[in-house]
């Protein structure tokens, strides 16, 4: 019997529900997993309100318990997989621990930093670049972010 294999929508789907933690706690519903040789290593979604933290987003989470746990800082072999585009901050972290191969749902037109607002991978001089692919679980990613800030528009009209 031949085993099953995850394919980046499946991950995509762990992701998805890291996100749907993030919003139970009235978060921005981002998630992101770290992967090692077809095994989830870590969990992250977005606490930056809950924490008080700048830096309490979804990738820097799974990538810091991915360290911890592998102990070392170099994630060569992981992938990581998030449901929205990373920020400058999280895409430095993944070029910081070497990560070669991310994919994203939704792209962030306002702060997306592999092809939206500008591409890490284009600037020179960095020592890694990882391979990337976006879109993946696009519409469902994009969607659980659009419906997040349409409600909270709307709580704050009153």
Same mark, same amino acid.
């Given at each position: ?48 309100? %809950?924490?008080?933290?700048?830096? #309490? ?5 799974? $990538? +810091? ?44 037109? %306002?702060?997306?930093?592999?092809? #939206? ?5 284009? $600037? +020179? ?34």
């Amino acid at each position: 019997m031949k085993k099953y294999e995850k394919t980046n929508v499946d991950y995509m789907r762990l992701a998805y529900l890291q996100a749907l933690k993030a919003q139970s706690i009235d978060e921005v519903p981002v998630g992101a997993i770290v992967v090692l040789d077809g095994k989830v290593i870590s969990r992250g979604y977005n606490i930056r309100n %809950k924490s008080q933290n700048a830096t #309490s987003h979804a990738e820097h989470i799974a $990538i +810091e318990k991915a360290c911890k746990k592998l102990k070392t800082w170099r994630l060569e072999g992981c992938e990581l997989y998030v449901t929205l585009e990373p920020c400058p901050m999280c895409a430095g972290a993944i070029i910081q621990s070497r990560i070669p191969r991310v994919y994203f749902g939704a792209y962030d037109p %306002k702060g997306g930093c592999f092809g #939206s607002c500008v591409d890490f991978r284009e $600037i +020179e001089g960095f020592n890694h670049y990882p391979e990337v692919e976006g879109g993946v679980l696009e519409d469902e990613c994009a969607q659980l972010l659009k419906d997040f800030f349409k409600s909270k528009r709307k709580n704050n009209r009153g």
